[in-house]
């Protein structure tokens, strides 16, 4: 009970606090630093699309931006939407998510359709939740009735973020080319 209570507590704190944008160059050096910060932590960029790999902000922001777009789509790569979380107070970036619009043979079997993350300095106050939750009515907005996303079964924090927000565990696979299980929800729309 003193849980339940808690747990209403941290989510009327949370909500109302973070609004999404897509990315712009306004944000490019909050977000080149939530890569830096991720880096020093060996964190996971979930959410992130190529930044641990991309060479400067403005590359990174130019492939993503080609991505959500089906006129600008590099060939082969899926419709995928890439948001900002900004907390209201300080239009801190603090947490990162994307949608994939539909699936590959990949996405299909492991990917799924969200990935996210919350920069390290900022996790434990229930912004992934809150991110996640913001996402959902875009999804329902491009046309998808659920949404898969999968985590791994040592990530307590994504999997309570899931079912924070209606995941239903379908089952767990195997990724070959990581060499990793991955538990697949789904969130009914
Ligand atoms: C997973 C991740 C996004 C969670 O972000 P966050 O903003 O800290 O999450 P929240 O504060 O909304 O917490 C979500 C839930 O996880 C719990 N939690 C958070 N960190 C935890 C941890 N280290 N261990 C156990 N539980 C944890 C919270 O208590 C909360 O549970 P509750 O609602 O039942 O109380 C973040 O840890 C991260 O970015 N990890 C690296 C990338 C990643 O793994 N992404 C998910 C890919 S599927």
């Not at 939530?34 to 959410?47: F, T």
């Amino acid at each position: 009970m003193k849980e339940q209570k808690q747990k209403a507590a941290n989510a009327e704190k949370s909500a109302d606090i973070l609004r999404l944008t897509v990315p712009t160059k306004e944000y490019l050096d909050q977000v080149w630093d939530y890569r830096r910060e991720c880096l020093e932590a060996d964190s996971h960029m979930d959410g992130c699309g190529p930044l641990r790999r991309a060479g400067s902000p403005s590359e990174w922001l130019a492939f993503v931006t080609d991505c959500m777009n089906p006129t600008s789509l590099p060939e082969g790569r899926i419709l995928t939407t890439q948001f900002l979380a900004v907390r209201k107070s300080d239009n801190k970036v603090v947490s990162m998510i994307q949608v994939r619009h539909y699936f590959n043979e990949y996405l299909e079997k492991y990917a799924g359709n969200i990935g996210y993350s919350t920069r390290p300095e900022e996790r434990r106050k229930g912004y992934a939740t809150e991110t996640l939750r913001l996402t959902l009515p875009f999804c329902r907005e491009i046309g998808l009735d659920k949404v898969l996303i999968a985590c791994e079964p040592d990530n307590p924090a994504s999997r309570r973020t899931i079912l924070a927000n209606g995941g239903v565990y379908e089952c767990t696979v195997h990724e070959p080319r990581e060499d990793i299980d991955l538990e697949r929800y789904w969130i009914v729309l």
